[in-house]
């Protein structure tokens, strides 16, 4: 394994900073404090051309690699975590499982068109009754010809509001004794399909998050991703890719709580010295150091599987679920070293402890991860092979 970032990765890791920086940061502790999510930042993201990370050129895509795509997600984070989530969900849950599952009609049919930003992609697993149990869910689909009806809802969903598309995870009709899981790609302007935003969230609000209903919404068989009975495998898949953005971003946040706490410990003094003298003070600092670079080794090994085509299915939850709770620590250290300061939005460290809080629950719960990884270390969960595997980056494709 080469540890060595490339000069693209460099470049790339340059350009989404910059853009967190001019283009998500300015105005964003209004639209944070109204919850007020920005539709426009899609089409900048769009133009930017970070919507086209981690699919090859010949899908319309970047045809950078899939450490690219962390090191975007890290950067934009850094920013804020309402820009990381639209790649969580358009990228990694939508755009990635597609290039992993589709048939070659379907990547031809949809990815150029998501790699431009010309359409935007988003996931729907999560219902009122099946958040950590998502076998329980209950939304159906019901062959009915060459096509299937829809009936059920999805709650927490990203950019419910702006996507075009949602790759649906649903059980076929009367299959309740056995379910059988399809996956399918739903276009928002079939009838039956609606959409209502989710108010009142503790953080990332200037990020849209909603509910989606389908109400007897007919989806043409073409749209189903898989065969009847991937659905819940569909669905797993998109978590490792989603997961693997969240995992990156993390990183992002403590990075952003070392950018604030750096200056202020610096800048702060107490009887004439810098509280960055203080060792309780540089402890924190310390700590927040180790997320970042131990952070940054995790999730660089899930982005290198990626790119040579290996499962990560346990790597990728070990890098979500430390590099969130290091996150969510750092941001509580953050607010601590800012003492008074840290608990009012004149300063962004109080917006970073809300943000990382919800990562903690978010694309597996903090809970879940723990048992996973204490369930592949006892024998107890052990992956399959798959019969659709992401495709191994291939430079030039
Ligand atoms: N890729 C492909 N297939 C996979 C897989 C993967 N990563 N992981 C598991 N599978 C397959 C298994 O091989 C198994 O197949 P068989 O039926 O052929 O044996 C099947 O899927 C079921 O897998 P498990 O046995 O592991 O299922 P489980 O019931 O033990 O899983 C769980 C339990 C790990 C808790 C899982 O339900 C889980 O991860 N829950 C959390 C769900 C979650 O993260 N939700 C957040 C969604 S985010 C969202 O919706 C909002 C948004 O917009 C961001």
Redesign the pocket.
């Known amino acids: 394994m080469d540890f060595a970032l490339t000069s693209e990765h460099e470049l790339i890791r340059e350009m989404a900073y910059k853009f967190g920086q001019a283009e998500v940061v300015p105005g964003l502790a209004e639209r944070d404090r109204e919850a007020k999510s920005d539709r426009l930042m899609l089409d900048k993201m769009a133009e930017a051309g970070v919507l086209g990370l981690g699919i090859p050129a010949k899908y319309g895509g970047s045809g950078t690699d899939y450490i690219s795509l962390g090191i975007a997600c890290e950067e934009l984070e850094r920013a804020d975590t309402s820009a990381r989530v639209v790649m969580?969900?358009h990228s990694g849950?939508h755009s990635l499982t597609l290039l992993q599952w589709g048939t070659e009609e379907q990547k031809q049919r949809w990815l150029p068109k998501l790699a431009s930003g010309e359409r935007i992609g988003?996931?729907?697993?999560?219902e009122p009754n099946a958040?950590?149990?998502?076998?329980s869910l209950r939304t159906t689909a019901r062959k009915d010809g060459g096509s299937y009806i829809l009936n059920g809802e999805k709650t927490?969903?990203?950019l419910a509001d702006y996507a075009d598309q949602f790759l649906i995870i649903t059980k076929l009709a009367d299959s309740a004794d056995k379910p059988v899981f399809c996956a399918f790609i739903v276009d928002r302007n079939l009838p039956g399909f609606t959409s209502k935003p989710l108010k009142g969230k503790l953080g990332v609000r200037a990020g849209n998050t909603g509910q989606i209903f389908f109400d007897d919404l007919r989806v043409p068989a073409d749209c189903l991703v898989g065969s009847e009975g991937d659905g819940?495998?569909v669905a797993?898949?998109a978590?490792?890719h989603?997961r693997y953005t969240v995992a990156s971003g993390a990183v992002g946040i403590i990075t952003a709580c070392l950018d604030a706490c750096t200056t202020y410990a610096r800048d702060r003094k107490v009887q004439g010295e810098e509280i960055g003298r203080k060792q309780l003070v540089q402890q924190m600092i310390a700590n927040m150091v180790a997320g970042r670079d131990i952070g940054r080794l995790l999730y660089y090994q899930v982005g290198w599987m990626k790119n040579v085509g290996l499962r990560h299915?346990r790597e990728v939850s070990m890098a979500k679920w430390q590099n969130c709770a290091n996150a969510f620590k750092s941001a509580n250290d953050a607010v601590e070293i800012h003492g008074a300061y840290g608990y009012c939005d004149e300063f962004p460290v109080e917006r970073y402890f809300r943000n990382s809080r919800g990562a903690m629950i978010?694309?597996?719960t903090h809970e879940?991860h723990t048992l996973?990884q204490a369930e592949y270390e006892l024998g107890y969960?052990k992956?399959?092979p798959?019969t659709h595997m992401l495709p191994a980056w291939e430079p030039g494709l």
């Open positions: 969580s969900v849950l988003a996931f729907g697993l999560t958040g950590s149990d998502a076998i927490w969903i990203s819940f495998k797993m898949s978590l490792d989603g299915t978010y694309e597996g879940i996973v969960r992956d399959k798959l």
